[in-house]
């Protein structure tokens, strides 16, 4: 239902663009989540975007690197990443929220009830 693209090598302090599409039905009024996870690590939040795209939250890790966008005529949710480091080497995955219309970005991986497969990001130093 949720498909991630984007994904890729790429140098520290390189950009990428990571997009999440939906299909088979709509994320319109559910908060959308981004989060990743490291090999041996939990998956942690990276960042989400209210049901109306009018409120964002990140993690303090990605703050002011990070930006979360979404489409909703087009079902799609996008993730720019700038400034990329070493330590953002991770699978990413998007996430819609189990409860609709909140009123809060959760963090909790817990809150979500729908994923995406996940992209590779990988950055080398």
């Known amino acids: 239902q949720l498909v991630e693209s984007g994904g890729g090598l790429v140098q520290a302090g390189g950009s990428l663009r990571l997009s999440c599409a939906a299909s088979?039905?709509?994320?319109?009024?559910?908060?959308m989540g981004w989060f990743r996870q490291a090999p041996g690590k939990e998956r942690e939040f990276v960042g989400g975007?209210?049901?109306?795209?009018?409120?964002?939250r990140y993690a303090d890790s990605v703050k002011g690197r990070f930006t979360i966008s979404r489409d909703n005529a087009k079902n799609t949710v996008t993730l720019q990443i700038n400034s990329l480091k070493p330590e953002d080497t991770a699978v990413y995955y998007c996430?819609?929220?189990?409860?609709?219309?909140?009123?809060?970005?959760?963090?909790?991986?817990?809150?979500?009830?729908?994923w995406g497969q996940g992209t590779q990001v990988t950055v080398s130093s």
């Open positions: 088979g039905r709509t994320f319109i009024g559910y908060v």
């Open positions: 975007i209210s049901w109306s795209g009018g409120l964002t």
């Open positions: 996430a819609a929220d189990r409860v609709p219309y909140r009123s809060v970005v959760v963090t909790r991986p817990g809150e979500y009830n729908a």
